[in-house]
């Protein structure tokens, strides 16, 4: 039998950090939401540790239904030398990981607030990537990280 290869990226888990939610009024929420999305990051090098932040604003046209939240997702990394490949886990693969959380997440809220739930599409997150390479801040050594 073969031997199984550990992955050189790896998904080590979430904390939700920012969950509110916000509704005027008491009518039903419309379904013609808009959804928009701030990736950010963090990298230390050193420790092969990377931590993508994802908020997530989510409302109705008129602007009386709100739901803004920031999740952190928590990746480690090893014998990564190539820094395309690097850039692929970081900026295409991390926010695909992430987003089943983050979809799973609002709509556990939103069904638990007493109004209707919210089920985000599933979506392509590509694009997020020049967003997210454009807000990545290097972390140093001396920062400790909490991966558990």
């Known amino acids: ?12 888990g979430f904390k939700v950090i920012k969950s509110h939610i916000e509704k005027k009024g008491f009518d039903k929420v419309g ?4 959804l928009g999305f701030k990736p950010r990051g963090e990298k230390d090098s050193t420790k092969n540790i990377f931590n993508l932040y994802l908020g997530i604003l989510i ?8 739901v803004d939240i920031e999740i952190v997702g928590f990746f480690k ?22 987003f089943p959380y983050v ?11 007493g109004y ?10 590509t694009l997020l990537g020049d967003t997210l390479k454009k807000n990545i801040k290097e972390l140093h050594s001396d920062i400790k990280l909490e991966l558990k």
């Open 31 to 34: 379904t013609d939401l808009e």
């Open 116 to 125: 209707e739930t919210i089920t985000m599409p599933t979506m392509n997150l």
């Open 77 to 98: 990394y090893e014998n990564i030398d190539n820094d395309d490949i690097r850039d692929n886990y970081f900026y295409i693969n991390a926010p695909a990981i992430l």
């Open 59 to 66: 409302s109705d046209k008129e602007k009386q239904f709100i």
């Open 103 to 113: 979809r799973a997440y609002v709509s556990t809220l939103t069904a638990l607030s």
């Open 1 to 12: 039998m073969k031997k199984t290869k550990k992955a050189g990226f790896q998904f080590v």
